[in-house]
C-alpha cells in the first residue's frame, strides 16, 4: 500500500444505508406494498444478531385511487438509512370497484401482515407508526381511531394487531361532509358515487362515518396525533386540520399540529422543516 494514500475503516453493520424491496404483495386480493430497510437486515450473517426495528407505514395521497408508492421514495429512504423499516402501501382503487372502506381495510391488512412477517424483516411488532399524505392521511387517522376494530378487520392475518404507536397526517382531509359541499359539482358526484354508490340518499351519512373528526370518541384511548396543513391549500383546506385538532384537543388527546405558511397540496408544502417535524413526531412517539 502507498504510504500518502489515506485509510478510512468500513462499515461493517451497513449504516446509513437502504435497500428497495419492490412488488410485495400483502394480500389475497393482490394489494402490493413497497419495502425500504436497511442494508444490515438483508446480510444473513448479521440478522441474527440485529435488534428488532421500528416500522414506519407511509399511505400516499391518491383521492383514494391508486397510490404512486414510488413518489417518496427519495424522502423515505432516508428514515430506512436511518435504522427503520419503512413501507409505502398501496390500497384497492374506488374508481376500480372498491367502494370504502376497501382503502381502509387494506392499509390495516398490510400492517398486520407486516407483523405477521416481523422476524422476517426484522420488525419490531411493538414500535409500529403510520404517516400519510391526503388521502392517505385520512386513512392514518382512521387508522389510529380504529385500531383493532372489529368490523374493519378482513381475516387475513386476523391474529395480529392493526394498531399504531403513533399517526402523522399531512394536509388529510378529516371532515368529508364539509369537504364536498357542492354535490351538484359532476367531479363531486363522480368521485362520491365511487367511495359510496349510486344511492345520494346515503352520501352523507357515509362522509360523516369516514370522517376522522366524527369518529373521536372522549374517554378512548388514542396513539398521539400530528397534523400539518399548508395554509393555502386549495384542495383540502386547512379549516379540515383545525376542526381535527380542536375535536382531538378537546376530547383530551395528545395532538400537535404545524401551518406551512403559503403552501398549497404537495409541492412547495415540503421543506426540511416539515419533514423534520413529522420525523421528530415519529421517533419521540414509536
Partial sequence: MIPEIPHVPCNPTFVGQAEVIPHVVYSENGCELTLIRPWAVGDEALLPTLAPMPLLVFVQGSAWTTPNRGFEIPMLSHIAEAGWTVATVSHRDITKGAPFPAFLLDVKCAIRFLRAHAAEYAIDPERVTIWGTSSGGNTALLVGLTGDDPELKTAEYAGESDAVKAVVSTFGPTNLNALFVYLDNPQVRQMLMA??????????????????????????????????????????????????????????????????????????????????TAWDFIQKNT
Fill in 195 to 276: 367511495a359510496f354508490g349510486p344511492d345520494d340518499s346515503r352520501w352523507q351519512d357515509e362522509m360523516r362515518r369516514w370522517s376522522p373528526v366524527c369518529r373521536v370518541e372522549k374517554g378512548k384511548a388514542y396513539p398521539p396525533f400530528l397534523l400539518q396543513h399548508g395554509t393555502a391549500d386549495p384542495v383540502v383546506p386547512v379549516a379540515q386540520m383545525d376542526e381535527m385538532y380542536t375535536v382531538l384537543k378537546e376530547a383530551g388527546m395528545h395532538v400537535e399540529a404545524q401551518y406551512v405558511d403559503g403552501a398549497q397540496h404537495e409541492g412547495a408544502f415540503w421543506t426540511p422543516a416539515t419533514r423534520q
